[in-house]
């Protein structure tokens, strides 16, 4: 059963930092590309990051350039989020999503390409 299951998500202060991981099970990450997508209330989803299968390339949205650092270890089949630096306007469900390819690709963000996504978790930046 292909299964994506998010955590260390939680409530920070402005300013704080958290480390979200995504592991993956049922399938072989290391042929997918790992998505990172967000969704607050009321607000569309969005894209976060994207790191290739071989994890040699990532793409982040202008948001949180500087901010996020996208990394995986496949033997663990483990994609993580390191977000640093977090902004109250960064709440939000966080879900990590998964494609069958080796590339990131222009649309990225769309996430609509994706086959796997898992159910989420909550980051909250506030005082």
């Known amino acids: 059963q292909v299964q994506l299951v998010e955590s260390g998500g939680g409530l920070v202060q402005p300013g704080g930092s958290l480390r979200l991981s995504c592991a993956a099970s049922g399938f072989t990450a290391v042929y997918y590309v790992i998505g990172w997508f967000r969704q607050a209330p009321g607000k569309e989803r969005e894209g976060v990051s994207c790191?290739?299968?071989?994890?040699?390339?990532?793409e982040y949205a202008d948001s949180v350039k500087g901010r996020f650092t996208v990394s995986r270890d496949n033997a663990k089949n483990t994609v993580y989020l390191q977000m640093n630096s977090l902004k109250p306007e960064d709440t939000a469900v966080y879900y990590c999503?998964?494609?069958?390819?080796?590339?990131?690709?222009?649309?990225?963000?769309?996430?609509?390409?994706?086959?796997?996504w898992g159910q989420g978790t909550q980051v909250t930046v506030s005082s």
């Open positions: 790191i290739t299968n071989s994890g040699g390339r990532t």
């Open positions: 999503a998964a494609v069958y390819r080796a590339w990131c690709g222009s649309n990225w963000y769309g996430g609509s390409e994706y086959e796997y």
